[in-house]
């Protein structure tokens, strides 16, 4: 492994930057023009740097609480949901009809210009063995792609970047927007970088005492090196100041080409979108939407939260289609478990298991995936049994999507899906 | 070639080691006690620190700590209704409806009590670590809290929580097999690996396989038939919530094969076969090593270091008196190269300006989240491991978040902007129309875009529904500022701008900065001042002052201790 040492600003003379087709950040063109410097990173190695040798994007989008699938991907033609929910089944009103067997929420109207033109996937069922039903454990099983008896500290997203890519490390190869890096991106070299606003990133002057000249100026890596950890800080910092400059010209340059409706998460998403519009090259976006947790009065919250999570999808599918950057990018939203196939007394449901999982973007095999839950032949606690392992969505998706080796992320092996277009 | 833990010379003992040693065996160092310790011999300086008298100056339980007994009693009778509900059937729909919708209602009310007790715990806390009489009790709470990581996620009881603290503080320089038997006989850690619902027929192996793994031998040195023969042995050690229950019908009193021993063995003959071993010994010293002293001793360092904790029957305090006094202690590659971790870097903070918390919730407030944010959620350990430490605190993020936490102290401005933290800075200034009027005009800059990304910030929708978020408040900065800056310069009146920078960074740093570095420090400081000879802090620009301090805290040497 190359030392950590060498620093963003030595290697951003990787030419594939040019490659992605934006204009470079001004900036960044005297760095550029210093590439005939050896990089360390070399044309054609089997583990390119994340985000620029094939382009391509991954967004993960976490849908925080337990979202109730069955009443999200409605098996209408099943007397079991009916008989299990008297009063919580969806009523045809609020209902999109599929087929004889599949109705979708109505909330989830915004998303359909993409599941019609063949761009969304969903695949049913998604959930592992032994589940576990508790928020915080169930979601560090699937921020840590650990068997649910096993406990990991690093996340799939960090061992993605720890074994799968070579090259100095870029702490902006992985951004989630929010304000602490969850333990999907725990890793030993420290990629990703967390912000709620891209202002938020990077050092905070109050004025032209404490500048950012004064600030890089004293922290110069070129300065008689104290000791070994002095030149490790001294190099993060450095990289943190050109990832910082970055992120805030790309903010500053970059209009967003859609119309985004007015929540939070769309705002993120829109976030996320400027950032690749304006060619960060950031490999992997995670992005939370919470507030799926509906034990009592479900209808309005979940129809509330649903109508976010496509509404944002479809301003952000939008918005990189008029930038003609949506091909790179795949889209997947999960969520930590599904819920009880019975309703409860407050018109909600409890802590279930499997659920669905969504994929968008137009390199995906749209339409319906994976093999519906049985809702008769439970698990002992009266839950749904899953029938898709998450580890094999992971895997299609490091794979098929991102060209790595899914044996260097997961525990062990798993069949893969087919889920991108031939 | 000397051996590394030969005792240190004492003709070469000064003031430098003297603070490298407090640096590392506390939090801060207060220079009056670096003068005192730098007068004595070595060895009584680390006695010093070292043989205090463990059940001396323990803090009393708070008052606060147990959530009111009949919120715990109204939530279990409704449980306890839910439960015949279901069994018996026969409770009119309506009923059921309610008392289910009740049962709801003070669940939340209780976890919502418990999280609040939670931070407050971790606010009693940080406020110990600075605050201690000994700090090595507490520097060793630290490492037990991270070393038996558990998580307020999963054990939600705010006494169980502190209980396993109070442990870690009373016997923590005491003996590690004794410290281990008894973190696993506690309600938190048997809550939090499982061990408590472990019986014959299922027996649950998360206890088992960490107490090797992570807490005495580490990985490869034990098989999986060792941890399932273990796991049974500890069957029907559990907890009533409060204290430990051993449950007999449930325990597995067959036999089985562990480590080469065979026979009916319970969780007392795993410790013994465990601790039997010299691994454990070396496993964990090397551990303590690697805390306090460097990253990845030497296989002949890590023996010898073993050797003496297992010598000493597990005692702790002769392999600390060891450390402390070792050479390898105060080598180069030890001395100045340790990452502070966050709790540490902060209480340097408050350490180096002496800063008086002693009323202000808010600056607390925002050193635990300031805390939370590069890393170190008190009593939430991120995973079973714990906080590995050392580089593992530092990435892009986090080391700009503690850049940006100085700029707190030092100059009163919100760098980062969590909602909790936000919610917190709204409500203690609502009244003042200072602060209004900045934050309307702070708002009006974003909407118009000014440094921002264009988009309407959703800080317009909060205020036409009165609800305040606190969105826009990074680089806020506070009308009313931690430090008060000309009292804290008034020493150096006097002395050229110079010297006064030479002597800050004489305060600040364990290692000496370039001359390019000072150069900048003293132009930060001369900053609206141009020309001035002679400093005097009175006449000072207040803007020069703090903006010193902020970009002093802001050269990576402050990170190392």
């Not at chain 2, 008392?99 to 919502?112: A, P």
């Not at chain 2, 010898?304 to 590659?333: C, H, V």
């Amino acid at each position: 492994m190359k030392s950590v040492l060498r620093t963003r600003r030595e290697f951003l003379g990787n030419c594939a930057l040019a490659s992605l087709g934006v204009a470079m950040p001004q900036f960044l063109v005297h760095t550029v023009d210093a590439a005939a410097r050896e990089t360390g990173w070399e044309a054609g190695s089997p583990d390119p740097l994340p985000g620029f040798a094939d382009g391509r994007i991954l967004v993960v989008i976490q849908l925080g609480g337990g979202n109730d699938g069955l009443n999200t991907v409605i098996p209408i033609g099943d007397d079991a949901y009916h008989r299990a929910r008297p009063g919580l089944a969806v009523p045809a009103g609020s209902r999109i009809g599929i087929d004889d067997a599949t109705a979708f929420h109505s909330a989830l109207h915004p998303m359909m210009r993409l599941y019609e033109n063949g761009q969304a996937a969903i695949v049913e069922g998604v959930g592992y063995p032994n589940p576990n039903r508790s928020h915080f454990r169930s979601m560090e099983i699937w921020h840590t792609a650990s068997d649910s008896n096993r406990y990991e500290r690093e996340g799939w997203i960090g061992q993605y970047f720890d074994n799968c890519c070579s090259g100095a490390p870029d702490p902006t190869a992985g951004i989630f927007i929010g304000s602490e890096l969850p333990q999907a991106f725990t890793g030993s070299r420290g990629t990703g970088i967390a912000f709620e606003t891209p202002e938020n990133f990077g050092y905070i002057a109050a004025g032209e005492v404490d500048s950012p000249e004064r600030f890089r100026a004293v922290n110069r890596t070129d300065l008689r090196a104290g000791n070994e950890s002095l030149d490790f800080l001294r190099a993060v910092t450095d990289n943190a100041n050109v990832s910082a400059d970055r992120i805030h010209a790309i903010a500053s340059r970059v209009r967003n080409a859609a119309d985004y409706p007015r929540t939070p998460f769309a705002r993120d998403l829109s976030t996320v979108a400027q950032m690749i519009a304006g060619g960060l090259g950031a490999r992997i976006y995670y992005v939370p939407l919470s507030g799926f947790d509906t034990h009592a009065g479900q209808p309005g919250a979940q129809a509330r939260l649903l109508g976010e999570f496509a509404g944002g999808v479809d301003a952000f599918y939008r918005d990189l289609e008029k930038f003609s950057l949506s091909d790179r990018v795949l889209t997947l939203a999960f969520s930590e478990f599904g819920r009880r196939v019975e309703e409860n007394a407050s018109n909600g449901t409890d802590h279930g298991t499997a659920g669905p999982l969504f994929l968008f973007g137009p390199s995906v095999r749209g339409g319906m995936a994976g093999r519906r839950p049985d809702l008769v032949h439970l698990d002992a606690n009266g839950d749904l049994i899953f029938t898709t392992d998450f580890r094999s969505v992971y895997a299609s998706v490091l794979e098929d999507w991102m060209g790595a080796d899914a044996g260097r992320v997961l525990p062990k092996r798993f069949p893969k899906l087919e889920i991108l277009k031939a | 070639m000397y051996s590394p833990l030969e005792p240190i010379n004492p003709a070469v003992w000064d003031e430098g080691k003297a603070r490298h040693l407090l640096n590392r065996a506390g939090f801060g160092v207060p220079h009056e006690l670096v003068e005192r310790l730098a007068r004595l011999e070595p060895a009584a300086a680390v006695s010093l620190l070292v043989d205090y008298a463990p059940e001396a100056d323990l803090p009393p339980e708070p008052e606060w700590l147990e959530i009111a007994p009949e919120m715990r009693a109204g939530r279990d009778e409704l449980r306890r209704d839910l439960r015949r509900m279901r069994d018996g059937g026969g409770m009119d729909p309506a009923e059921q409806e309610r008392i289910q919708q009740e049962f709801r209602k003070r669940r939340v009310e209780l976890r919502r009590a418990q999280r609040e007790n939670i931070e407050r715990l971790k606010s009693w806390w940080f406020r110990r670590m600075m605050e201690t009489p000994h700090p090595l009790q507490e520097k060793m709470t630290l490492f037990w809290h991270g070393h038996f990581a558990t998580s307020a996620e999963k054990v939600r009881s705010p006494g169980a929580n502190y209980d396993l603290n109070a442990l870690f503080r009373a016997a923590g320089t005491g003996n590690f097999k004794l410290l281990t038997y008894e973190v696993c006989c506690s309600p938190a850690m048997m809550l939090n690996l499982d061990n408590a619902r472990s019986r014959k027929e299922h027996p649950n192996e998360n206890w088992a396989r960490e107490l090797m793994e992570l807490y005495t031998l580490g990985q490869g040195k034990y098989s999986e038939e060792d941890i399932q023969a273990a796991a049974r042995a500890f069957t029907g050690w559990s907890t009533d919530g409060e204290t430990f229950a051993y449950r007999s019908g449930v325990h597995d009193h067959g036999e089985k094969s562990f480590m080469g021993h065979r026979g009916n063995l319970n969780g007392n003959d795993i410790f013994d076969i465990i601790f039997a071993r010299p691994d454990t010994a070396e496993f964990i010293a090397s551990k303590l090593w690697e805390f306090f002293a460097h990253e990845d001793p030497e296989p002949v360092l890590r023996r010898q270091l073993g050797m003496t904790l297992y010598r000493a029957g597990y005692e702790l305090r002769p392999l600390l008196r060891k450390i402390f006094l070792s050479r390898a202690f105060y080598s180069e590659r030890a001395m100045g190269t340790r990452i502070k971790s966050p709790v540490e870097l902060l209480i340097s903070m408050v350490d180096s300006l002496e800063l008086s918390l002693k009323d202000d919730a808010l600056v607390e407030a925002y050193l635990l989240f300031a805390m939370s944010r590069m890393g170190q959620n008190l009593f939430h350990a991120p995973s079973v491991k714990g906080w590995p430490g050392g580089r593992t605190w530092i990435s892009a993020g986090t080391l700009m978040s503690r850049y940006n936490a100085s700029s707190f102290l030092t100059q009163g401005i919100i760098s980062e902007g969590g909602p909790e933290l936000r919610r917190r800075v709204i409500r203690r200034f609502r009244d003042d129309p200072a602060f209004r009027r900045s934050l309307r005009q702070r708002r009006m800059q974003m909407r118009r875009g000014e440094g921002g990304s264009g988009m309407a910030s959703t800080s317009m929708e909060d205020e036409s529904t009165g609800a305040d978020s606190g969105e826009g408040l990074s680089g806020f900065e506070l009308p009313l500022k931690p430090l008060d800056v000309r009292q804290y310069f008034a020493r150096y009146d006097g002395n050229s701008t110079f010297e006064v920078v030479e002597a800050l960074a004489e305060r600040f740093y364990v290692l000496p900065v370039n001359e390019s570095q000072l150069r900048e420090f003293v132009q930060a400081l001369e900053q609206d001042a141009p020309g001035r000879e002679v400093f005097h802090s009175g006449s000072w620009p207040e803007k020069s002052l703090r903006g010193t301090l902020h970009l002093m805290m802001s050269a990576a040497e402050f990170q190392l201790c």
